[in-house]
């Protein structure tokens, strides 16, 4: 540590008293073994209630007379470009006497400071944080979300560089989530290796409770959040242990070391992380049977996400760049497997009945059939496309001409299960591809898989030929339901829907099945 880093340790008072509740790794590095950080971030808040938070970036150790400092243009998960730099304000840097150092914009999201070479200086911004949104940094009197792309600049050529954050509140916050690793005996510091992992955990920061957490083989499974309302929390818990233990089940193994679920608040969407995920949360009426199913649904998506995209990812999501739209074929991977994952781990984890899984299966079912896009969009273009068509297609604007790689995705997750398993006796079945890429890819080759190694994957375990199947994913070729629903001695029925005409499908029993569709039945779900 350098004199003038001693220094800014010793003038800033942390005013905080919060208790750092979570503190996960992501990979061997412990915070003591971590080098000394160039970067650190100090982020303040001094009145909430004007949604705007202040940061200060303390720079040392850098060659050059200049630094371009960047802003990122979406957070991985969310596939939009975002233009965080738009919510940055007051941008300054000064030298180490405190003096105006030259600041040019270059383009929308960097800022290039100049005069620096071997110098030790600081950069200050404001960031108005005021539309709730999980993708969002929001800051109000109550609490702050903070989504690290939106809120910390980064230098390109330090990406792999550790960083070090500290949070300075004046409110009577009581407790922080988040993925990073908190600095041993610092009440609100945190580290991390590098850039990709910063900004793979968010922070939430307030009067945050935290329910009962559980352990899977020794790994501490949490959920903490902000305002997450009146229902059983032992039952929420007890049911969330079972979707996690199904979730490991499929691969065997946990690879991370601790997983924190946090509840950002009421709202939409979610967004998964390596040892994360922030979820809109609002738990007043899950003392409803469907919506507590529902939220435990949603909850096993997010946690699915962990291994399927995080881990298990197309080739072009990772490493990611940060400054624009990381376009990829194989969304429908990533969100439809995740979709459909989601139903069959809360089937197994007994919080749903074959009835309530099929009629989910159903739902994307009949949201695709009814979707014009099909007859124009592939799987493949509407993942390729989603920078454009936002996530779910882009219906009701004008002619509807893509469709949702998560209704799309889904069936076709039905579909490859069903293949799988009728070419192998059921011997084989969905679970075993999800395993084959996370040992080859994500354990052995440690990196993403092509659109040619998804399917070469998907037909070395069904041992043969997938062709057919992978047309529902390059083209537009109707799929023939009722071919690969009798794999398990099921079909489909069809009625118009008189109110709207809209189809209606329905999966449906077959009568004198044979042993081996009863096998698959029995294999997909359960006695
Ligand atoms: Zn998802």
């Known amino acids: 540590m350098s004199k003038l880093q001693n220094s800014f340790f010793q003038s800033c ?3 905080s008293s919060l208790l750092i509740l979570s503190a996960c790794t992501l990979n061997n590095k412990t ?8 970067l650190q971030y100090t982020i303040s808040i001094k009145d909430p209630s004007t949604h705007c938070f202040h940061v200060e970036l303390n720079f040392s150790g850098w060659m050059r007379d200049t630094v371009d400092l960047k802003m990122a243009k ?19 840097a000064l030298d180490n006497k405190g003096k105006n150092l030259p600041v040019a914009r270059p383009d929308s999201n960097t800022w290039r400071v100049s005069g620096i070479i071997n110098m030790t200086f600081r950069v200050r911004y ?60 610092k009440a609100n510091e945190f580290t991390t290796s590098d850039f990709d992992m910063l900004f793979d955990c968010p922070i939430l920061a307030g009067n945050l409770e935290e329910l009962p957490p559980f352990e899977i083989d020794g790994i501490k499974h949490r959920f903490i959040g902000y305002n997450l309302g009146s229902f059983n929390k032992i039952e929420f818990m007890a049911k969330l242990k079972e979707v996690v233990k199904e979730g490991v089940s499929i691969f065997g193994e946990i690879p991370y070391k601790q997983f924190t679920f946090i509840g950002i608040g009421p709202g939409y969407g979610g967004i998964e992380h390596l ?12 003392d409803k049977k469907e919506s507590m199913n529902s939220m435990m649904s949603y909850l096993a998506h997010e946690y699915f996400h962990n291994f399927n995209v995080k881990r298990i990812r197309p080739f072009e999501l990772g490493p990611f760049d940060y400054e624009k739209e990381n376009r990829t074929n194989l969304l429908w991977v990533s969100e439809g497997l995740s979709m459909y994952y989601e139903y069959l781990i809360v089937k197994r984890a007994g919080i749903i009945n074959n009835k309530e ?3 989910e299966l159903e739902g994307n079912i009949n949201a695709l059939e009814n979707d014009s896009g099909r007859y124009y969009q592939s799987l493949v273009q509407s993942s390729y496309n989603t920078w454009i068509d936002g996530p779910f297609g882009n219906p009701g604007k004008g002619a509807d001409k893509s469709i949702s790689y998560y209704d799309k995705g889904a069936v076709t997750g039905l579909i490859l299960d069903l293949s799988i398993r009728n070419a192998t006796e059921n011997d084989k079945s969905l679970d075993d591809l999800m395993r084959l890429l996370y040992n080859r890819y994500y354990k052995i080759l440690q990196r993403g898989f092509t659109d040619a190694e998804f399917q070469q994957a998907a037909e070395s375990v069904a ?11 390059y083209t537009t070729r109707e799929i023939d339901y009722n071919n690969y629903l009798s794999f398990a001695g099921l079909g489909i029925a069809e009625t118009k829907d008189g109110l709207n005409g809209k189809r209606r499908l329905s999966i449906i029993k077959l009568e004198n099945t044979s042993s081996i569709q009863d096998k698959i039945f029995k294999g997909l779900f359960g006695d």
Do not use: C
């Not at 915070?31 to 160039?38: M, Q, T």
């Not at 040892?275 to 899950?286: A, D, H, Q």
């Not at 041992?463 to 529902?472: K, N, P, V």
């Open 126 to 185: 404001e960031i108005k944080a005021d539309r709730r949104f999980v993708a969002n940094n929001y800051l109000d009197t109550t609490h702050a979300y903070f989504v690290p792309e939106a809120t910390f600049l980064y230098v390109k050529e330090l990406i792999n560089k550790p960083v070090q954050i500290r949070i300075k509140v004046n409110s009577p916050w009581d407790k922080t989530a988040t993925g990073l690793d908190s600095l041993p005996e």
């Open 13 to 15: 008072l942390i005013i």
């Open 357 to 359: 899984f099929l009629s």
């Open 463 to 473: 041992g043969i030929s997938l062709s057919r199947e992978f047309e529902y994913v």
């Open 31 to 38: 915070a003591a073994d971590l080098p000394l950080p160039d």
């Open 74 to 92: 979406w957070m991985p998960g969310y596939y939009q470009i975002m233009d965080y730099a738009k919510g940055v304000t007051s941008f300054s």
């Open 275 to 286: 040892n994360n995920t922030t979820v809109s949360f609002n738990g007043n009426g899950l």
